[in-house]
Structures are given as structure tokens and as C-alpha cells.
């Protein structure tokens, strides 16, 4: 499948299912590219599968929390009531303090991003070809396959460590932490020479932690999704190597679904020990 009056070729099939759907700040209508727009460009296939997903999960946990029973529980109520538990256990052993938002957060996270990164095991070219019918050029269908999706998610939690450490500690605690780590003297002249050092080496530590975030599980992501195209692609050549393509989708599902979940894990549990480490007062 190829973009109107593009050549069908491999290259050509790879770069349509790595376009975005976008809207450009002072243009109508749908574009794939946004010459001059700079940061008011919106992927809006992201935007909406990243808020539909949402949905779906506020929904789905809702309609359990309103029909869950007493008696004999139903699969769907016992799945959830697992998920809940298996998030509230893991951030009890790593969250050493106290607060009413890591355990709701720690599961939005992990619920929401496993949602988003399943989108992945559908085949590539289902809802493209049926947004061709409705007038929709491109559509990726993957939002974690967006850097701008993993690093809005990773920007968040940033936000988060930052509003933390100030309440903890208070500005004053948070600024010593910056300034007087990991080198401290008792001599106050040498503590002075050593501040400007302390304050690049915590703000890198400290920028890290949301790029770590946001790079992880995109490079993780897009590559998945990229060797999906490639696979598809074999179809296209002949019978056998089709055949061999079949094998290696089927294959690389089942090893995508392991991804996609320790993915998932990977953000919800780092977010936790990086809201764990702003919630200590040293």
C-alpha cells in the first residue's frame, strides 16, 4: 500500500507506515509534512489513538469497579483485581514513603503503556488500508512509537520528581541537593569551589532520568514496529520467501508480546524509584 501517485516500491512502503497524519498550526486540512511549522505541528493519529487507548482503559476498570461483586468473581474482575495487586505490591517493596498518588499512577502507567505498545501485534497494514477508505492517507496506529508521545509520558513524570523533591525537602533541601552531592567538603572554601561542579553533575543526573525514560521505550517501539514493515515487505517478493515471512511475523509476535509488556513494566517501575528517590529527605 502506497500514498497517492507514489511508487509501490520497498522503500517507499516503509517510509508511508512511518509518516504521521498531521496537522499544521496556520493550515487546514491534513498534511504529512509540515514545512515552516516548527513546534505547532500535531501527529494527530497519535493524539488519537494515545486518547482513545485511554478511554479504553478508564472504561474497562470502571465497569469492573462498578459491577465487581463479593461472591464468586468473574475472569475480567479477577485480571484486574490481579493487575491492581501485582502494581500495589511492587510499589510498596520500592516506594519508601508515603502517598496517596504512586499506586493510581504507577497503574496508569503500566495499563496505559502496555495498551498503547499492543497496538503493535496489529498487522501493519489492517487500519492503514482501512483509513485509505475514508480518506486518511497515513495512519500509525502505535503511539509509543512517537518520540513525542514517550517523551510527553517521560516529561510528566519529570514534572512530577521535581514537585516532590521541592515538597519534601523544600527549595532550599532541593537546591543543597543539586549544589552540595556528590563531593562535600567541611571547608567552606573548597565547598564553594566544589558547587559548580555538584550542580552539572546532579542536573545531568536529573535531565537523565526523563530522556532514559522517553528513549527507552521508544527505540524499543520503533523498532519493533520497523521490523514489522520489514516482514510485510517479504510478501511482495514471491511464494516462498511470503511463506518464510509468515513464519518470522508469527514468531516475532510472540516474542513482541514479552517486549511490549517489559516495556510497560520497565516505565511503571522506574517511575516509582524515581518518585521514591525525590520523596527521600537526606
Known amino acids: 500500500m502506497a500514498a497517492a501517485g507514489e511508487e509501490l516500491t520497498s522503500v517507499g512502503y516503509i517510509r508511508h507506515h512511518l509518516t504521521n497524519l498531521q496537522v499544521c498550526a496556520g493550515e487546514s486540512g491534513l498534511h504529512t509534512h509540515c514545512e515552516g511549522a516548527g513546534f505547532w505541528t500535531f ?41 491492581v495487586e501485582f502494581v500495589a505490591k511492587t510499589v510498596n517493596n520500592t516506594f519508601h514513603a508515603r502517598s496517596r498518588l504512586i499506586a493510581p499512577l504507577a497503574l496508569t502507567i503500566f495499563v496505559w503503556v502496555f495498551l498503547m505498545n499492543l497496538m503493535d501485534l496489529v498487522p501493519v497494514d489492517l487500519i492503514p488500508y482501512a483509513a485509505t477508505l475514508v480518506g486518511l492517507e497515513y495512519q500509525k496506529i502505535v503511539p509509543t512509537t512517537d518520540l513525542n508521545t514517550t517523551f510527553g509520558l517521560s516529561i510528566g513524570v519529570f514534572l512530577l520528581i521535581i514537585f516532590y523533591s521541592i515538597k519534601v525537602k523544600g527549595f532550599t533541601g532541593f537546591i543543597k541537593e543539586l549544589t552540595l552531592h556528590p563531593f562535600h567538603s567541611k571547608n567552606p572554601f573548597l565547598q564553594a569551589i566544589l558547587i559548580p561542579f555538584n550542580l552539572i553533575l546532579e542536573s545531568v543526573t536529573l535531565l537523565a532520568k526523563p530522556i532514559s525514560l522517553s528513549m527507552r521505550l521508544f527505540g524499543s517501539m520503533y523498532a519493533g514496529e520497523l521490523i514489522f514493515i520489514l516482514i510485510a515487505v517479504m510478501y511482495s517478493t514471491n511464494l516462498v520467501i511470503g511463506g518464510l515471512g509468515g513464519v518470522l511475523q508469527l514468531g516475532w509476535a510472540i516474542f513482541h508480546i514479552l517486549v511490549i509488556t517489559l516495556q510497560a513494566f520497565i516505565f511503571m517501575m522506574l517511575t516509582i524509584v524515581y518518585m521514591s528517590m525525590a520523596s527521600q529527605d537526606h
Do not use: H
Open 43 to 83: 501527529n494527530i493519529d497519535t493524539m488519537f489513538w494515545s486518547a482513545l487507548l485511554g478511554i479504553v482503559f478508564i472504561s474497562l476498570f470502571r465497569m469492573v469497579a462498578v459491577k465487581a461483586t463479593t461472591g464468586v468473581p468473574g475472569r475480567l474482575q479477577c485480571f484486574v483485581e490481579m493487575l
